[in-house]
Structure formats: structure tokens, C-alpha cells
């Protein structure tokens, strides 16, 4: 037993992770006979919360509550998997990313994210807040837009050929490498 | 029965999100820099093992649990709005270091102040809901 804890407790390497991440497909599929996708989540949620009048809006959420409740379960897992199957290691990013994230100034690489943009501390700081709060209006934004996120689209569309979802993904990396490649070393630096 | 289904299949979902560190912000940066070949294996590998269940559910039609006719609808053709979209989520994912599934999981394994992020997002749904006739989709 221990030493299944010990296994599991190692970072995954991508063979085993994507592999499992795939079988989202036919789980949801089989299990739910619903697609997989992540950032539909967002919708229900202001459908939910937010009293409008807008039609994109008005539509059956509770009917899509099992995506909810999906969400809870990836706070759960992850949870779990933080909490008891972890060695706490830093990320074993290659040399080349180490060194780059060196040029941008960041220091700490010991957890998932650097602990000197995204945590509590840093709050009253316009780098913590416009990476935060304007990537997350973003991600909101441009999913619903694109109809889709990396596992709506990517996985989930790719997976049975969509175009749009093609389309989508070349949008995903169009607007990644820009931020990645122009803007944030400019607000880094 | 069907959210006993959700819960468990997320669980296991945030479970692989921390195990294989897709959730990473550091990830995310070596991959739009094509450093590491990590991220494009998971990727990749989950779109191979995707697009074969789909083609063993199509050929051998299978039924969902509740003894359906799997249906796949395809998507609508807007490609427009595809690739704008795309991009403005392109820019988000590389800022936040993370789509929808890695921001509720970061908030799970305790990078809790992604919660805002989570918030911003659902406050970008309702701008798009707000604009949705006046883009070009």
C-alpha cells in the first residue's frame, strides 16, 4: 500500500497523463452521454448568479448541472492530490524554461505557480491583479466566444474532427504566443 | 446517479491536473516557448486516445448508460468567432497559466487566489452575453 502511495505520489509523466485526460471523452460520452468541456462551467455559473435579461443567459442551467458538479469534483481531486499523494518537489521544468523564467525575474519556482505574482500577499500589486483578474476575464470571455476551452475544444472537438475546433485551437496558440512571446516580457521585465 | 458520475469523473480530473502539473504556470510558459515537450505529449496523447473512443463508440454504436444512442453534435461552423475568441482565450491562458479545469483545480491543491480569476471569468461571460450581437461570429 505504501508504496502504491509512494508511486502515485510521483508527478506523472505525460504517456500516463494524457492517455487518462483522453478517456474523458468516452467516460462522458458512455457515462453521461454529454461532451466533455470545462469552461461551459462559467456560463451556468452567471446564469446562475447573475439576474439578466440577456438570451445567451436565459437557458435551462440546472438541466447542465451535472458540469457543475463535475467542477466540484476537480476541486475535490486536486485537493486530495495536493494534500496526501504529493512529494511537494519543485516542477521539473527544463533547463532552457528555468533559465527563461530567470530573465523574467522570477525567482521562486518551488510550487505550481510563482508564489510572487499569484498569492494573497501580493493583492494590492497591478502585476498580481491584471494577471489575475484580467487574464481571468479573458479566459471567460474568449472561451464563450470561441465556444470552447482547451477540453471543449481541443480534446473533445479534435477528437471527432471538428474544423471550428481547429480554428479555435490555432486561435489558442495565435493568442498564447503573443502574450507569451510580446506582452509578458514586457510587463515582467 | 448522474452528478455520483460527474463528482467521481472530476475528481479523478483534478487528480491528473495536479499529478501531471498541466495546472503549472511555469508549464504553460514552456510551452509557448517550446521547451519541453510535456504539455504537447499530454495533449496530443489525450486527442489520439479521444478521437479512437470516438471511432470505437461511432463504429460499434455503442449506448450511453442510460441505453441511448450516443449523439455527437458537430459545432457550429462559426470561424470567425472561433479564431477571435480562441485568441482572446489564447492571451488569458498564457497570463493565468491556466484554462477553466487547471483554474479550479489550482484553487483545490491551494493557490486559492485563483478564485478571482474564476470570478473575472464568469464577469467575461456576461460581457460577452452583453456584446454577443454586436460581434462578428
Not at chain 1, 123 to 139: A, D, K, N, S
Not at chain 1, 149 to 155: E, K, N, P, Q, V
Request: charged share 10%; hydrophobic share 50%.
Amino acid at each position: 500500500m505504501n508504496s502504491l502511495v509512494e508511486w502515485i505520489s510521483q508527478p506523472w509523466p505525460w504517456y500516463v497523463a494524457g492517455p487518462i485526460i483522453g478517456l474523458m471523452v468516452p467516460l462522458h460520452l458512455i457515462l453521461l452521454n454529454r461532451t466533455f468541456g470545462i469552461s461551459s462551467t462559467f456560463r451556468h455559473v452567471c446564469a446562475a448568479c447573475i439576474p439578466s435579461k440577456l438570451d445567451f443567459l436565459n437557458y435551462d442551467w440546472k438541466a447542465e448541472s451535472w458540469n457543475l458538479v463535475f467542477a466540484v469534483g476537480i476541486l475535490i481531486g486536486s485537493f486530495l492530490a495536493a494534500a496526501y499523494f504529493s512529494t511537494g518537489e519543485p516542477i521539473a521544468l527544463s533547463e532552457a524554461a528555468v533559465a527563461r523564467m530567470q530573465e523574467f525575474g522570477i525567482q521562486d519556482m518551488s510550487g505550481q505557480h510563482p508564489a510572487d505574482i499569484f498569492s494573497w500577499d501580493h493583492i494590492g500589486e497591478w502585476r498580481t491583479l491584471l494577471f489575475v483578474i484580467l487574464g481571468g476575464f479573458l479566459v471567460g470571455f474568449g472561451t464563450r466566444y470561441a465556444g470552447g476551452c482547451t477540453s471543449g475544444h481541443a480534446i473533445m472537438g479534435l477528437s471527432h474532427f471538428q474544423l471550428p475546433s481547429f480554428v479555435a485551437v490555432l486561435g489558442f496558440f495565435t493568442g498564447g504566443l503573443i502574450m507569451s512571446w510580446l506582452i509578458l516580457p514586457l510587463i515582467l521585465s | 446517479m448522474k452528478n455520483t458520475i460527474a463528482l467521481i469523473l472530476g475528481s479523478l480530473f483534478g487528480l491528473i491536473l495536479v499529478k501531471a502539473e498541466v495546472l503549472s504556470w511555469f508549464r504553460i510558459q514552456e510551452m509557448f516557448a517550446f521547451q519541453s515537450f510535456h504539455m504537447y505529449g499530454i495533449i496530443g496523447s489525450a486527442i489520439a486516445v479521444g478521437a479512437l473512443s470516438v471511432w470505437l463508440i461511432r463504429t460499434f454504436k455503442v449506448k450511453s448508460l442510460e441505453g441511448n444512442l450516443i449523439e455527437l453534435n458537430d459545432k457550429a461552423p462559426r470561424y470567425t468567432s472561433a479564431y477571435v475568441g480562441g485568441t482572446v482565450f489564447g492571451l488569458g491562458w498564457a497570463m493565468t497559466g491556466a484554462c477553466p479545469g487547471p483554474m479550479y483545480a489550482l484553487i483545490g491543491s491551494g493557490t486559492t487566489i485563483m478564485v478571482l480569476a474564476v470570478v473575472a471569468g464568469v464577469l467575461g461571460v456576461l460581457t460577452y452575453a452583453a456584446l454577443r450581437d454586436k460581434l462578428p461570429h
